[in-house]
């Protein structure tokens, strides 16, 4: 876990004693990982009494460290001992160590799931809505008796120009080798879990 | 539109009225203007075939000066008297009229016994392919072609390493007009089973009593 220059100097400023107390610590890493979890208060959570009495600039500056180094921690999946050497290195002490790590514990898989779905991927299906139908007539042939499906594709995606929804007819035989086709798929993600 | 499509809509767009029984009035009558008295079966089976070949693929004038050299008269009207037998059997192929029908809509022209009952075998013998072709100028609305999928694990990106998430990546073929488009799609596990189940549901109804009733009842 590497982090820049900058920013390892403001996690040493943030393991000074005299400049943040325990309290104004801990104030501030709560705050860090409150900023980064998709909470409502995210937004006001440098406000916290604890950390008025310190000039802005240094809060900020430790903040920006403190939020860097829990996202690359999440990033690479840090063990104890890898984030404890790390923070030692950056003249933590035992308790603030500790901290951060209990912290680190309660927040890391909403914080997994955060980073995961930043990234671009093509649209996601996320539901299916069908209509059957059963067309009896048209006017180029009066007496056609056959049934059809209208099957409709809920999706989402990052694109703004994809449209919400993908439509499409299809006769019986259609929507059964769609079916065939979606069983295979789900048989073999069975195969694959079971390996 | 195709050629073909363009020549039927205007064939459409010179027809009759329509029941049940078929009302032939001018076009068809024109066949009688060809030497009514040479009109013979074989004669009739050749305007069949050449019928049956225009609504397959469109109209062909080297046919048409073929047959107007052969009988003697204007290629126009070799044109007319297709067109004629072509209105006879699109319309009997539409409407699905039944053997006696059709019998009872030639009478009008006064062919001779031989000449209707080969005009019933043409209709016999074609109408199976004739609505299909007819099916095809039906308006379309995209429709499903064809599927590919693939399991995809993802095992880390930028912002994360270290993940185990399976997708499930679908190309989506559909068919609009003779213009294939694709669609590349994805979705997860728990997704993919739920999609199974609604579209088996779907499937499934075709078969409960109140789709059967009415199936059964609208004929």
Known sequence: MELSEDLQRGLHRLADPALFTPKSFAALIRAAFLSVSEAQAAETAL???ELQPIEPALVKHCHAAAT?????????????????????????????TELFWTEYQKNKESLETLLGSIGTSPPHITDVT???????K?????????????????????????????????????????????RDAA???????QM | MTEFSQQMAHLYCNGMAVEPVIQLKFPVGRILMVHTAELSCDVVGEFGRIAVEFLRKGSNPKVYEGAARKLEVSSTTIQQAVEGLTYLLTESSKLMISEVDFQDSVLVLGFQEEINKVLLQLYLDN?????????????????????????????????????????????????????????????????????????????????????????????
């Not at chain 1, 890898?82 to 308790?95: A, H």
């Not at chain 1, 409709?152 to 006769?171: G, H, M, R, W």
């Not at chain 2, 399976?166 to 993919?192: G, R, Y």
Request: hydrophobic share 35%.
């Open chain 2, 127 to 219: 109408r199976k392919e004739i609505c299909q072709i007819l099916t095809e100028l039906e308006p379309s609305l995209s429709h499903y072609h064809n599927m590919e999928w693939r399991l995809d694990v993802q095992l880390a990106s930028r912002s994360l390493r270290h993940q185990i998430k399976p997708t499930i990546t679908m190309k989506l073929h559909l068919k609009q007009n003779e213009q294939l488009s694709t669609q590349v799609l994805q979705t997860d596990p728990a997704t993919l089973l739920h999609l199974i189940q609604e579209l088996e549901q779907a499937l499934a109804e075709m078969k409960t009593n109140h789709c059967r009733r009415i199936v059964r009842n609208i004929k």
């Open chain 1, 68 to 96: 860097t180094c829990i996202l690359e921690a999440v990033k690479h999946n840090a063990d104890r001992a890898g984030l404890s050497t790390f923070l030692e290195d950056c003249k933590f002490d035992k308790d603030r």
């Open chain 1, 130 to 136: 069908w209509r059957l139908q059963y067309q009896i």
């Open chain 1, 47 to 49: 406000d916290d009494a």
């Open chain 1, 187 to 193: 048989k073999s993600l069975e195969r694959t879990s």
């Open chain 1, 138 to 182: 048209s006017n180029q042939l009066y007496r056609h008796y056959r049934p059809g499906y209208l099957v409709n594709l809920t999706v989402e995606s990052s694109d703004a120009n994809q449209k919400p929804d993908i439509s499409f007819n299809c006769s019986m035989e259609q929507l059964q080798d769609l079916l065939g086709k979606l």
